[in-house]
């Protein structure tokens, strides 16, 4: 199989690793999560998956669990209808928890916000009749780019509560970024702010959002919340929030949807250019974020002060800032700016200022907190912490070790949760009060959930065997279909095991001695960067579109930070110019990759070439390049055409340096 470079380090640990902690006596005992479960659910799927669905309230009870036999489209909770946000937000009121938090918001530049359940039903409400009064209801579709503002929640939940699908395109994205997602699912509303704040500076955000929308004819309103108050451009179709919204009326009913009903599409990164808009749906969905955050989280709605790191613009934010918490009455920080803004302490002041007991972030930011220092932690006051999470890409020993060293005190159960935008909710993580943890392994699937290493043929490996990752059972917050694109939903997910009917994760991993799974990174041409997907192809297709550029070959190449680190290889066009090598060409083209994607697509490093290496069906062969932009010998390049092609690009680099 294709291993992913840059896992070279979890596989050699995955050798070395012995290291389990155990759940302390006092957390098993109180853990929500018990032994049980796995038995449970093993004792008969459906039946757990029925009993955890009754954690929400339907306006109808379905007539059947799980209807597979349009496979590979599932249809949970078949004949159930509710309404989510309802079920995020309402119920809690009706059973008397109007005045706890639901949000404690903070702003970057230091400004907050409490909002309490009643509150939000309030916020949420008005923007549903808003939507209303637009003309906008059951299966339109609204595209949200936004930075972490309430309003971006109360935006999502408003949609839901009519029955709107959201598109929420993350803040970071380019304008071109924006107009294509915007474009592929005809979204006929955008919701925005003026500007948002990123590192202490409010940068504008609403120019994107024109020059999206100028060619986006299905776009007929946008509304814009203020929110950095600075001067924005003012076309008819523009209304501000606080005109259109706060007049509305603040009781709204909501009304109960089909269990199979369309609640949002979010992009994600495939193997072409594309973006895909994965689907997701009601009933089947909440149940598993809600089942998921309550277990795997321990979450005690009473006591917990939780906090997910992610922006909303990616499905952890989805599932695990908006629908998981809430639908199970969490009481939440939600931050709006960068981890070092304004100094490199600021997520500690802010566990100490609420005393945040959960907390849930990514890989990269942890070992940027490394590299930071363990002194800048150690000043602040983080006993309340209890349950730690890891999320986005493989976490290493060492980085997973740190954190609960120097964040958990030593003591607090991390969960590493392996699930993707596809899954809905995670999939495979350890139960905290339940499992000895692991430092490096996501270890086993939830109970409920069917997942397996198997090699080239769907045959399960055995233990210590490596290959490919596959869901062999449909699960409720599956996706339910690519946006427009029935055949490429197939395609993708369903063909690599067809036989076997497993769904294809595009993940290497492996089983240890013990059986538990070690994620190895991607074996396709999905690049992970700080935990966010981008295709190679997608850059590549930005670099070529820039007038210098003849091609480009990109891989995505180890990094101590970001775990992947973009890296481009460009040959240039004849006449190009002298300098279009030099420093400042390289800087432009990558600039002119921030525009076409974002700048989380900047390559961290482009090397101009004379040729790519090929092989005589003209594919590029990444794993050659990777070699380079790793500083390695250069492996087997014997399918290539021309094999003195990499001594050509080898000492082209040597002279350049
Ligand atoms: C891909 C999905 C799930 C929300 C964030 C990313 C990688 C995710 C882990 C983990 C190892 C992980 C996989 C997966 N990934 N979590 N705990 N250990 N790898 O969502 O953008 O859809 O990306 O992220 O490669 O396929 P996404």
Redesign the pocket.
Known sequence: MTQSPGQGNALDNLLTESRTFPPSDEFAAQANAQPALYEEAKADREAFWAKQAERLHWETKWDQVLDWSGAPFAKWFVGGKLNVAYNCVDRHVESGHGDQVAIHWEGEPGDSRAITYAELQREVSKAANALTSLGIGAEDRVAIYMPMVPEAIFAMLACARVGALHNVVFGGFSAEALRTRIQDSACRLVITTDGQYRRGTPAPLKPAVDEAVADAPSVEKVIVVKRTDTEVAWTDKDVWWHELVDSQSDQHTPEAFDSEHPLFILY??GTTGKPKG?LHTSGGYLTQASYTHQNVFDLKPDTDVYWCT?DIG???GH?YIVYGPLSNRVTQVVYEGTPNTPHEGRHWEIVQKYGVSIYYT??TLIRTFMKWGADIPAKYDLSSLRVLG??????NPEAWIWYRENVGGGKTPIV????????GA?M??PLPGVISTKPGS?QRPLPGIGAKVVNDEGVEVPAGGGGY?VLDEPWPSMLRGIWGDEERYRDTYWSRFKDQGFYF???GAKYDADGDIW????VDD?M?VS???ISTTEVESALVSHPTVAEAAVVGASDDTTGQGIVAFVILRGGAGADAGGADAIKALRDHVAKEIGPIAKPRQIMVVPELPKTRSGKIMRRLLRDVAENRAVGDVTTLADSSVMDLISAGLQSGK
């Open positions: 994600t990164s994965i992610a990616w499905v952890t599932s990514a890989p890891s999320v986005g890409e493989p976490i590493d949760t392996w699930w993707q935008t596809e899954t995670i495979i993580s996501a990752l994760a595009g993940d994620l190895l990174g991607r999905v992970n935990g966010h997907r």
